[in-house]
């Protein structure tokens, strides 16, 4: 049975990744937004652009794995395509992952492609260990993320109007393009419960080649948020069914 949640969980990711993600919408909102912001800061206060690299890897990891994952398992419960998956049959927590490998494996595509291009760019020498640390774990928190805020809903466009709350909170006051010490206190604390916070931060370790150690701990604490975001979204996912 669980060797075939495993190709379920496979195939899935491979069919979202064919249907939905390789396309260019997709494309554009993962690479092309975090890329036009990170510039628009740079533009109007210049400085050294290294320090606007790990903002601009995490936002890369943030929109890319919900470009598509916030709303296609709405959309797949409308079209009746998401009742033929457990048909097959596959759990609902097989679903829910294979949606999560597919927005995380889409990210990784996007997130690498903007990170060689960075680091050779200008010349950075990083801790390519440390940056798996902190990539991989932030890939399956935010798609578990995108994934949680989809089952929330019903519809498509709620579902994308829901992302969008988180997302771009999470541009403002995770320490992007503006330092969380140079925040008042109170939104201090807001960001320290934010996920894109220990991405941004880990990256800046990672980056800089800092202890492993403080980079592991944003890596666990990253882990511990997806697991955290993806056993509610698999409990909501079997609602939908009951």
Known sequence: MWQDNLRGIYYIALKDMRTYYLKPPSISWGIVFPVVWILAFYLRSPRAFED??????????????????????????????????LLAPLTFSAVLLGKVLGGAVFGLLMTT??????????????????????????????????ALLCVMVREVFEAQTLANLPRFLMMFLSGVSYPISAMPQLL????????????????????????TVLVLIDSLILIAVAVIFTAPAIKLLRRKFI
Not at 192 to 211: E, F, K, M, N
């Open 188 to 211: 201090q604390y807001v960001a320290y419960l934010l996920p894109l916070t220990y991405t941004v931060d880990g990256l800046r370790h990672a980056l800089s080649s800092s202890d």
């Open 52 to 85: 606007l690299v790990p903002g601009l890897i995490a936002m890369t990891i943030l929109f890319s794995t919900t470009a598509a994952e916030a709303v296609v398992i709405n959309f797949e419960l409308r079209i009746g395509s998401l009742e033929r998956l």
């Open 113 to 146: 492609l903007v990170t060689i291009v960075s680091v050779v760019g200008l010349g950075l020498h990083v801790n390519v260990a440390q940056l798996a640390l902190i990539i991989i774990p932030s890939l399956f928190a935010f798609s578990a993320m995108g």
